[in-house]
């Protein structure tokens, strides 16, 4: 072998060996794969659970993208084009990370899963009961401050997130640090929905995410302690559909006791529907799309094939609304949903009209 292509052999293979670490560009143009740096003022943080409906988002807003679906070198490329960043779930069981070998090897892993598909973050999804004071509230903090560290170290301007319930209050057993949480990474992912998954008093129908409650979540984190503009509003953009035992004469739908973490009703009684789901139904209900003063929050009943009544209570653009506007009054870091594949996309001129102003009132009405 002469001198010359032996050089071009240990050039050729050493970049062969440096392409495997980092991973091949997928992106059409190579500075696509860079990950994005600046931070912006007002984030608009989709969850997307896989699918191609990413390619209707209105990317104008858009500044993180949470993949929960398979990765998608596609998309990665395109919100890089935007200037959105794309981050990892994140989700381990809790008693495994009380361990501090297993909880490096689980960062280490995800750190470099994240470098080698071009990612910006990761979102921790950790929605487990936690005791106060366990060995696993400590294991949760600690994997939160080093999963931020190695992060911003390996991948420079990345964002860690954190998920957390409605309420600091304990909701579903999920006693964690939240100070220390919130000081140890970039911003908390509020999940302000779900709020009737521990219902202590009548086992009935009620508003996924009713507003004074989701309200009164805010003002308890911001009253511990945690900077406004490291809360994120989460809104819902699924609603849920419960079997009526009982429909009283002033539409009070009772439904079936189903245990939740302590409380005898939940509104596991329900099933999750998406938006898209909803707006159909909603033609078929007897009742008419109808608006609760209480809960500020829309409903309707409806009739099954076998003349079962339904009630479905849900969110749109009218209850959404009053929401968007606290996050600029409350200074919160922006707003989110769960999740961003469950509007219609199809085009069709009712229901593109229905999308539009679902991502539009996120910005304000
Ligand atoms: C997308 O959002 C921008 C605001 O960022 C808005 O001006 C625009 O009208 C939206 N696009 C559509 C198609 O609704
Ligand atoms: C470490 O994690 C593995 C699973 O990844 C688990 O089987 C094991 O019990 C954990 N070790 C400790 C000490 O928690
Ligand atoms: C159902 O509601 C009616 C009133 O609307 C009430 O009289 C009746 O006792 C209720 N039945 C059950 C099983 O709760
Ligand atoms: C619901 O009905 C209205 C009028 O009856 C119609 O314009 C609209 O397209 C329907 N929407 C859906 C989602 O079927």
């Known amino acids: 072998m002469s001198r010359f292509v032996w050089w071009l052999f240990v050039l050729l293979s050493s970049?062969?060996?440096?392409?495997?670490?980092?991973?091949v560009c997928p992106c059409e143009r190579p500075e696509l794969?860079?990950?994005?740096?600046?931070?912006?003022?007002?984030?608009?943080?989709?969850?997307?659970?896989?699918?191609?409906?990413?390619k209707s988002y209105n990317w104008s807003m858009v500044t993180t993208v949470a993949t929960f679906g398979r990765y998608d070198p596609e998309l990665m490329c395109f919100a890089h084009a935007n200037g959105a960043r794309v981050v990892l779930k994140g989700d381990?069981?809790?008693?495994?990370i009380v361990d501090q070998n297993n909880r490096t090897a689980w960062i280490t892993e995800k750190v470099n899963l994240a470098k080698s598909q071009f990612m910006d973050g990761i979102n921790l999804d950790i929605e487990q009961p936690v005791v106060e004071g366990s060995p696993e509230y400590t294991a949760l903090t600690n994997l939160v401050k080093e999963t931020t560290e190695a992060f911003h170290r390996e991948i420079p301007g990345s964002q860690v997130s954190f998920d957390v319930p409605w309420s600091p209050k304990c909701i579903d057993m999920r006693c964690y640090d939240y100070v220390t949480i919130a000081e140890s990474c970039d911003l908390l992912f509020v999940m302000s929905?779900?709020?009737?998954s521990q219902i202590f008093g009548d086992c009935i129908a009620k508003a996924n995410a009713p507003l004074s409650q989701t309200l009164a979540g805010y003002d308890q984190y911001v009253s511990l302690g945690i900077d406004p503009k490291k809360l994120l509003m989460g809104v819902p953009w699924y609603g849920y559909d419960y079997l009526c035992l009982?429909?009283?004469?002033?539409?009070?739908?009772?439904?079936?006791?189903?245990?939740?973490r302590g409380a005898p009703c939940s509104d596991a009684a329900g099933k999750q529907k998406t938006y898209k789901w909803i707006m159909k139904q909603l033609n078929s209900s007897f009742s008419g799309r109808m608006w609760d003063d209480k809960c500020q929050a829309p409903f309707f009943n409806y009739k099954d094939e076998a003349g079962q009544i339904h009630q479905v209570w849900y969110d749109d653009p009218q209850s959404i609304c009053p929401k968007a506007s606290a996050v600029t009054?409350?200074?919160l870091r922006g707003i989110g949903m769960w999740n961003g594949n469950i509007l219609d996309y199809s085009g069709e001129a009712v229901a593109r009209q229905q999308t539009e102003m679902m991502w539009n009132v996120l910005l304000g009405c």
Do not use: H
């Open 92 to 96: 381990v069981p809790v008693r495994y």
């Open 15 to 23: 970049t062969v060996v440096c392409l495997c670490g980092a991973g």
């Open 33 to 54: 794969c860079l990950q994005i740096r600046q931070t912006r003022d007002f984030e608009v943080f989709v969850f997307d659970v896989g699918g191609k409906e990413w």
């Open 329 to 331: 009054a409350k200074g």
């Open 246 to 260: 009982n429909f009283s004469q002033e539409g009070i739908c009772s439904i079936a006791k189903v245990p939740f």
């Open 193 to 196: 929905y779900d709020e009737q």
